[in-house]
């Protein structure tokens, strides 16, 4: 091989056989490596290879292996990256688990392999790979793990031994460079002129650089193991062989071989993981959304705080394990599921109705023209036949995702359900999980086309969210092109005036990713299909008999949406829809008017200050309050008190707190005379949210002495444990977090689809659902479990006391228990409680209180403006208890 040297020259490279590493290395038995021989064919000489594998320690523990691994690294590690993979797999067999056989190689001029002298081009090192797997008579079933460029050569061989291929995993990597889009800054700059060779070979800059990459930092140890292979520049010369072998442009040697193989990887139809980590400077998100393009049916988990050496940033290890276990048993298990009814789509009504001239939505705070905006059906079916053939007319195509950045609206309805017709798969991520979240989740969700307000859009600009971008309104020429706007919503009407439009998707395409609050960890995109969305619409009507002619206010964006497919009329009231707590008492008074509304939709923050507004009703406000039959409020427990009093605006409303969540938004319902009637015939504590709602079904898992759900699903009363449920409108899954989804789910019959809330609670003797708190919230204290809405709703009636949390201080199983509570008035100060507060708290509370403190608000979620982090604020007890600054949680 020619080795690119200090300012970039190139020189014949040293030449040396294959070793073993030394026998210290942090992490890396050394009774798994070996030597290997191989013939390499057109050259007719031996090569010599290093490998790690655990063939030997399986022989010797009596057991046969089910397949093999073969892990392929890239550059410039070596086989160092899948030292844990090799120990997990052996140790598991060890345990009566699956035995897999692991070999994970170093390419030649790589780690400890045979220093060879020779240029070695993509395609060579494919075969140099098959060559490898020929002299170890490796037999099926195979699957391949590859890492950077080793998982380009790894998907070469997988392409080219159909025979043995079983499935394919791969970590960070890439087998497309976009033409128009540049490679990766830190690769462009090891290919400058002057500086390939003096950055990979000549310093160990390109070595060092990559082991950067790591999150949190590697240990000196483990950084030592991976130089290991490269002291001194003789030894490095297989690193500036792989950058040189990048292929910049289509004349590169290697540029044909990439083709072959990102051509080939679209026709595998094996088994396929992807295990990525975002925060990677050199494979971004763009070359996974490259790969799930091509293998649509990958499992795919981002690790959000993971970068490039994601195999050192995460378990990877226990991730593949878990994985291939259940490939196995999955193609060991017959599959059986109840076949859904059919039903009609989600854009029905939009065209039953699509020569009324009847209102379909309003718009309380329209972006132009006066208020309220008031569209009909006809116009509205009108715009999103246009819209939708205006959006095929410039590419967007079916399983394309559009992100949608457009505040609740007539415009944010079109969008929706132009993207919907066409079979576009829409991202929808409020405003309310804050500009960190929003950036998480429109990133994470790899959009292909943003269409978004000017808000919207200059966040995207500013934060460099991928996607083609939308203009709701139409931009002048400097405020288009600073932005990158291409098309406005006008242009796609007008391309779209012929209204011709493509087959409409099946029940069984993805309609949309929906993303949760994110108020007890990062926001999830949750996966729904046509057919799903269709049951949530279903499910919302047969629970409320609501349909065509009803009036709906939603004060909660799903619910806005989600009018025109019920047929209703809908309006969202005057608000700031990233802080519901801003909604008053005339603002719904106004909305409800607009729409002759007889149901109103509320959260609960929202709820909170609408009654503190209600002095502001005049009387034709109460007149219009007094036609609303049904109210509803839910996103967070709703008290008995705060239901009474909204419900005191309504008098001729049955009031509603219905149970669910972004994964199923309606699971259990309770009217206010429901809760009245629970409070007074049951003790067991909690917030009752009432009976399962039509095909739902409610099942409880038992929590251990550890607060762990860990018992078999019952429907038995008084047993506390976490909640599932089960119904045809549960979601389908989590957007590339595969291991979150498959955490969620729970066996059951076949076919069935338990969903996990991580909410704690138990069921009553007559059948009702109380909540007692989140599954991270639950408290283990040397006299048991504790769950902690019990003893706060207990707290709450304390006259002083405004709102309360419960959190555990201490290691788990010896927690001690704190309550942190707001007042009336409010404090101006974190303080620990005056002794009659405490005293009162104590004595109202039916567990042990270490410490009473009072703070001037309880930290809350954006989107709810209601949902408490108990963890955050259980650390933050724990610190300001152990004698920290007595600071604002």
């Given at each position: 091989m020619r080795l690119p040297q200090a300012g970039g020259a190139l020189t014949p490279g040293t030449r040396a056989p294959a070793s073993l590493?030394?026998?210290?290395?942090?992490?890396?038995?050394?009774?798994?490596?070996?030597?290997?021989?191989?013939?390499?064919?057109?050259?007719?000489?031996?090569?010599?290879?290093?490998?790690?594998?655990?063939?030997?320690?399986?022989?010797?523990?009596?057991?046969?292996?089910?397949?093999?691994?073969?892990?392929?690294?890239?550059?410039?590690?070596?086989?160092?990256?899948?030292?844990?993979?090799?120990?997990?797999?052996?140790?598991?067999?060890?345990?009566?688990?699956?035995?897999?056989?692991?070999?994970?190689?170093?390419?030649?001029?790589?780690?400890?392999?045979?220093?060879?002298?020779?240029?070695?081009?993509?395609?060579?090192?494919?075969?140099?790979?098959?060559?490898?797997?020929?002299?170890?008579?490796?037999?099926?079933p195979v699957l391949t793990l590859g890492h950077d460029w080793g998982g380009v050569v790894s998907l070469g061989w997988a392409v080219d031994h159909p025979d043995l291929l079983a499935g394919v995993m791969l970590l960070n990597t890439a087998v497309h460079q976009p033409e128009g889009r540049p490679i990766p800054v830190p690769l462009r700059l090891a290919l400058q002129p002057g500086v390939l060779g003096g950055a990979t070979v000549t310093t160990p800059a390109f070595l060092e650089t990559t082991l950067a990459l790591a999150h949190p930092p590697l240990p000196a140890s483990i950084k030592d193991g991976y130089r290991a292979p490269y002291r001194g520049a003789g030894r490095r010369g297989g690193i500036g062989g792989f950058v040189a072998d990048i292929p910049v442009d289509l004349e590169h040697e290697s540029r044909a071989e990439l083709d072959r193989i990102a051509e080939s990887v679209a026709t595998l139809r094996v088994p396929a993981l992807m295990l990525w980590g975002p925060r990677d400077p050199i494979f971004s998100d763009r070359y996974l959304d490259d790969l799930i393009d091509r293998m649509p049916h990958a499992d795919v988990h981002r690790f959000e705080d993971a970068g490039h050496l994601v195999a050192e940033d995460v378990d990877y290890a226990a991730a593949v394990l878990t994985w291939l276990g259940d490939s196995i048993r999955s193609a060991e298990r017959p599959r059986s599921a109840a076949a859904e009814p059919a039903r009609p789509p989600l854009w029905r009504y939009l065209d039953d109705l699509r020569d009324s001239d009847e209102s379909a939505v309003i718009d309380m705070v329209p972006p132009s023209g006066p208020a309220p905006r008031v569209v009909s059906w006809r116009l509205l079916s009108k715009r999103v036949r246009q819209i939708a053939s205006g959006l095929v007319s410039i590419g967007v195509k079916k399983g394309d995702r559009v992100s949608l950045l457009i505040p609740p609206s007539a415009d944010l309805v079109a969008v929706l359900y132009a993207c919907l017709r066409i079979g576009a798969i829409v991202v929808v991520a409020d405003a309310g999980l804050g500009l960190k979240g929003l950036t998480r989740a429109v990133r994470g969700a790899c959009a292909d086309h943003v269409i978004g307000a000017l808000p919207g859009l200059t966040a995207a600009r500013a934060l460099g969210w991928p996607g083609q971008k939308i203009s709701t309104t139409t931009l002048a020429g400097p405020a288009r092109r600073a932005l990158g706007v291409s098309f406005s919503l006008a242009q796609l009407a007008s391309l779209g005036s012929d209204e011709e439009l493509p087959e409409p998707p099946t029940a069984d395409d993805v309609a949309a990713v929906l993303f949760t609050s994110g108020s007890t960890g990062p926001a999830k995109g949750v996966v729904y299909t046509h057919g799903q969305l269709s049951a949530v619409r279903d499910a919302l009507a047969a629970q409320y008999g609501v349909g065509v002619g009803t009036g709906l206010v939603a004060g909660f964006a799903p619910f806005a949406l989600l009018g025109p497919a019920l047929g209703a009329r809908s309006v969202t009231p005057d608000m700031d829809v990233t802080s519901p707590k801003t909604l008053t008492a005339t603002a719904v008074a106004a909305a409800v008017k607009a729409v002759d509304a007889t149901v109103v939709f509320l959260s609960p923050a929202a709820v909170a200050n609408v009654v503190a507004t209600s002095a502001a009703l005049s009387a034709a406000d109460h007149d219009a309050l007094a036609g609303v039959e049904q109210f509803l409020s839910a996103g967070a427990p709703v008290s008995e008190p705060m239901l009474a009093a909204i419900a005191a605006l309504m008098p001729s409303a049955t009031a509603h707190t219905p149970y669910g969540m972004t994964e199923g938004l309606l699971m259990t319902d309770i009217t206010l005379d429901g809760i009245r009637e629970a409070a007074s015939t049951s003790?067991?504590?909690?917030?009752?949210?009432?009976?399962?709602?039509?095909?739902?079904?409610?099942?409880?898992?038992?929590?251990?002495?550890?607060?762990?759900?860990?018992?078999?699903?019952?429907?038995?009363?008084?047993?506390?444990?976490?909640?599932?449920?089960?119904?045809?409108?549960?979601?389908?899954?989590?957007?590339?977090?595969?291991?979150?989804?498959?955490?969620?789910r729970r066996g059951g019959v076949p076919g069935e689809r338990w969903h996990r809330t991580g909410d704690v609670g138990h069921l009553d003797a007559a059948g009702r659902l109380w909540v007692e708190g989140r599954m991270p919230h639950v408290l283990v204290t040397a006299d048991g479990v504790v769950t902690p809405v019990k003893p706060e709703l207990q707290a709450e009636v304390v006259g002083s006391v405004q709102r309360a949390a419960i959190v555990g201080v201490g290691p788990r199983g010896v927690q001690q228990v704190v309550a942190v509570v707001e007042t009336t008035p409010g404090a101006r100060r974190v303080a620990l409680a005056p002794p009659e507060l405490a005293a009162a708290v104590r004595a109202a509370v039916d567990v042990p209180l270490a410490a009473v403190l009072v703070v001037p608000r309880l930290p809350t979620d954006i989107r709810h403006n209601s949902k408490i982090n108990r963890s955050a604020l259980s650390a933050w007890a724990e610190g300001i208890l152990a004698g920290g600054r007595m600071v604002a949680p």
């Open positions: 590493p030394p026998a210290d290395l942090h992490g890396l038995d050394p009774a798994f490596s070996r030597v290997v021989h191989a013939r390499e064919a057109d050259a007719s000489v031996d090569r010599s290879w290093h490998v790690l594998d655990n063939a030997g320690r399986l022989a010797d523990l009596g057991v046969k292996p089910v397949g093999t691994i073969l892990c392929v690294h890239g550059n410039p590690t070596w086989s160092y990256l899948w030292r844990k993979l090799v120990s997990q797999a052996t140790d598991a067999a060890a345990a009566g688990g699956d035995a897999w056989r692991v070999i994970a190689i170093d390419q030649l001029d790589m780690g400890f392999s045979e220093r060879t002298g020779t240029r070695r081009s993509l395609a060579r090192r494919v075969r140099d790979l098959g060559e490898l797997t020929d002299a170890l008579a490796l037999d099926g003790g067991t504590g909690g917030v009752c949210v009432g009976t399962p709602s039509g095909q739902t079904r409610v099942r409880i898992s038992p929590l251990d002495a550890d607060g762990a759900a860990t018992g078999e699903l019952t429907d038995a009363a008084l047993v506390t444990g976490e909640i599932l449920v089960s119904a045809p409108h549960v979601e389908d899954h989590y957007d590339r977090l595969w291991l979150t989804h498959r955490a969620s």
